[in-house]
């Protein structure tokens, strides 16, 4: 069965940074394409990034671009995410997320993290 | 970027009703378009994905339909589980959501 498990979440004030992870179990990590999916308080979905399979190819969504980046380490099953610059709309749960293989959908979630930007 | 646009942004309804929630692409995704049920604090959970291709294990009062920019997903007969909200995503280029669409009960 597989599973993810965020870490990293916590308070911060506006201008800092934080770094998340996420460690997978129970599947070949290095088959997977992995993403970020957050969502602020009583919000929606937002899908900020990706990677691919080795890390190659990524993306950004327009509001973290430049700010924050994905990287991962198969070997050791994680994944994470290096935010830089936070702003206050930065607040939200962070979820890691497993997409299906060669289909751009999730089929497997982590629990997520909150990550609270406030001064 | 595509984006996603969801109507309505919250349902009122009663158990045993048919509902049906629409997305529209800002541009054709054919028929790249998956959509997701989220519960309060709970992570979302994928019902569809190809338009209309039903995922397992997804009961069979969920259906969805369309193709190019507009599309719908369609619960008929409510059961209280179903009260949630819901999302859809495209794949096309990238990836987004939709804004969300709440199904409360009426």
């Known amino acids: 069965q597989v599973q993810l498990v965020e870490s990293g979440g916590g308070l911060v004030k506006p201008g800092g940074s934080l770094r998340l992870s996420c460690a997978g179990s129970?599947?070949?990590?290095?088959?997977?394409?992995m993403s970020w999916i957050r969502q602020a308080p009583g919000k929606g979905l937002e899908w900020i990034s990706y990677?691919?399979?080795?890390?190659?190819?990524?993306h950004y969504a327009d509001s973290v671009k430049g700010r924050f980046t994905v990287s991962r380490d198969n070997a050791e099953n994680s994944l994470w995410l290096q935010m830089n610059s936070l702003r206050v709309d930065d607040t939200a749960v962070y979820y890691c997320?497993?997409?299906?293989?060669?289909?751009?959908?999730?089929?497997?979630w982590g629990q997520g993290t909150l990550v609270t930007v406030s001064s | 970027d595509i984006q996603m646009t969801q109507s309505p942004s919250t349902l009122s309804a009663s158990v045993g009703d048919t509902v049906k929630i629409t997305c529209r692409a800002s541009?054709?995704?054919?028929?790249?378009l998956a959509w997701y049920q989220q519960k309060p604090g709970k992570a979302p959970k994928l019902l569809i994905y190809?338009?209309?291709t039903l995922e397992t294990g997804v009961p069979i009062r969920f259906s969805g339909s369309g193709s190019g920019t507009e599309f719908t997903l369609t619960i008929s007969g409510l059961q209280p589980d179903d009260f949630a909200t819901y999302y859809c995503?495209?794949?096309?280029?990238?990836?987004?959501f939709g804004q969300g669409t709440r199904l409360e009960i009426k």
């Open positions: 997320a497993r997409e299906r293989a060669g289909v751009p959908i999730v089929d497997d």
């Open positions: 129970g599947l070949t990590f290095s088959d997977y394409y």
């Open positions: 990677i691919s399979r080795t890390g190659t190819a990524l």
């Open positions: 541009q054709s995704i054919t028929t790249w």
């Open positions: 190809k338009a209309s």
């Open positions: 995503q495209q794949y096309s280029s990238h990836r987004t």
